[in-house]
């Protein structure tokens, strides 16, 4: 307190004591509160300094409230700044200094708007739907190599084969260009040997934008068929060529570097010939194979 304190002062002061004391739920709270008074319309003597002290110091036990209070004014206004303790957020209430006769009881009355304010709820900004992140990735380049199992001429016909090729990928797609060599595992008489060399391409789409996904894909397939016979055979080789149209779904599973796919496969033959040596037909794609793949796919 500034000066002596003179009897209106100390009736403040007492005043603020006995609230105090006969309401304990309104203790004055831990810690205390501070009240910095710098404005000069206050300040006209200590009197009027300390009875604003203590009557702020009293509102603020009786509401509970902890903090630093500022009291300023410039010529023409009066300043509230409000800090709550704990709290880094400060509030900010001016009030008009004139008239300067009852400029303390108007300070005092507006305590309480300037302490709601830190109760009031923060409106909260209106957030404009952000549009949907694209799915589209990097375009990435990377090798793939993988193993081909088909039934050409039926089901005892099966062969075994292996590919290699690039592949490019963005966002769900991906695109393959590859060649495979493929051969029947079992002798099917009179042909001994019975081969294909042939170039696919495939474009597969991601239904899941996930790690493990399904996917599903169309390609194609051309190239040649080789047969040969028994030397008693003349001629003793043939090589047709072919075209087929293929549909795939595949179980994957995708990372940044690489990629696994496998599944099964079918295709329809479009361009079909048959093999024919010495007059006997010794082999024909049936209209429709199918078969299985499996590729890994390495990505840069």
Same mark, same amino acid.
């Given at each position: 307190? !500034?000066?002596?304190?003179?009897?209106?002062?100390?009736?403040?002061?007492?005043?603020?004591?006995?609230?105090?004391?006969?309401?304990?739920?309104?203790?004055?709270?831990?810690?205390?509160?501070?009240?910095?008074?710098?404005?000069?319309?206050?300040?006209?003597?200590?009197?009027?300094?300390?009875?604003?002290?203590? !009557? $702020?110091?009293?509102? %603020? @036990?009786?509401?509970?409230?902890? *903090?630093?209070?500022?009291?300023?004014?410039?010529?023409?206004?009066? @300043?509230?700044?409000?800090?709550?303790?704990?709290? #880094?957020? =400060?509030?900010?209430?001016?009030?008009?200094?004139?008239?300067?006769?009852?400029?303390?009881?108007?300070?005092?009355? @507006?305590?309480?708007?300037?302490?709601?304010?830190?109760?009031?709820? $923060?409106?909260?900004?209106?957030?404009?739907?952000?549009?949907?992140?694209?799915?589209?990735? #990097?375009?990435?380049?990377?090798?793939?190599?993988?193993?081909?199992?088909?039934?050409?001429?039926?089901?005892?016909?099966?062969?075994? *084969?292996?590919? /290699?090729?690039?592949?490019?990928?963005?966002?769900?797609?991906?695109?393959?260009?590859?060649?495979?060599?493929?051969?029947?595992? #079992?002798?099917?008489?009179?042909? /001994? +040997?019975?081969?294909?060399?042939?170039?696919?391409?495939?474009?597969?789409?991601?239904?899941?934008?996930?790690?493990? @996904?399904?996917?599903?894909?169309? *390609?194609?397939?051309?190239?040649?068929?080789?047969?040969?016979?028994?030397?008693?055979?003349?001629?003793?080789?043939?090589?047709?060529?072919?075209?087929? %149209? =293929?549909?795939?779904?595949?179980?994957?599973?995708?990372?940044?570097?690489?990629?696994?796919?496998?599944?099964? +496969?079918?295709?329809?033959?479009? =361009?079909?010939?048959?093999?024919?040596?010495?007059?006997? #037909?010794?082999?024909?794609?049936?209209?429709?194979?199918?078969?299985?793949?499996?590729?890994?796919?390495?990505?840069?």
């Amino acid at each position: 307190m !500034r000066g002596l304190m003179t009897p209106r002062a100390l009736a403040w002061l007492a005043g603020f004591q006995l609230a105090l004391a006969g309401a304990p739920s309104f203790a004055q709270p831990v810690g205390g509160s501070k009240v910095d008074v710098r404005c000069s319309a206050l300040l006209t003597d200590p009197e009027s300094a300390a009875a604003v002290e203590a !009557r $702020v110091l009293l509102e %603020l @036990s009786l509401r509970k409230r902890q *903090g630093n209070l500022l009291i300023d004014c410039s010529p023409e206004t009066i @300043s509230l700044e409000w800090k709550p303790r704990g709290e #880094e957020q =400060i509030q900010r209430l001016e009030l008009p200094l004139s008239p300067a006769s009852n400029a303390a009881d108007r300070v005092i009355s @507006s305590l309480d708007g300037l302490l709601r304010q830190g109760q009031m709820p $923060v409106a909260t900004p209106v957030q404009t739907p952000r549009a949907p992140e694209r799915e589209g990735e #990097e375009p990435q380049i990377g090798l793939t190599s993988g193993g081909i199992a088909e039934f050409w001429d039926g089901p005892d016909a099966a062969s075994l *084969g292996l590919s /290699v090729g690039l592949s490019l990928r963005g966002g769900r797609w991906r695109g393959t260009l590859a060649a495979s060599a493929q051969t029947r595992i #079992e002798e099917h008489y009179p042909v /001994v +040997e019975f081969r294909a060399y042939r170039a696919r391409a495939y474009v597969d789409y991601r239904l899941l934008h996930r790690p493990f @996904s399904i996917e599903t894909g169309a *390609g194609a397939a051309l190239g040649n068929f080789r047969a040969a016979t028994r030397e008693s055979f003349r001629p003793q080789a043939q090589t047709v060529f072919a075209l087929a %149209l =293929i549909y795939r779904l595949r179980l994957a599973w995708h990372s940044d570097q690489i990629s696994f796919a496998l599944g099964p +496969e079918a295709a329809v033959n479009v =361009i079909r010939p048959s093999i024919t040596l010495d007059g006997t #037909e010794v082999s024909s794609l049936t209209p429709l194979s199918w078969g299985a793949t499996a590729d890994v796919y390495i990505w840069f």
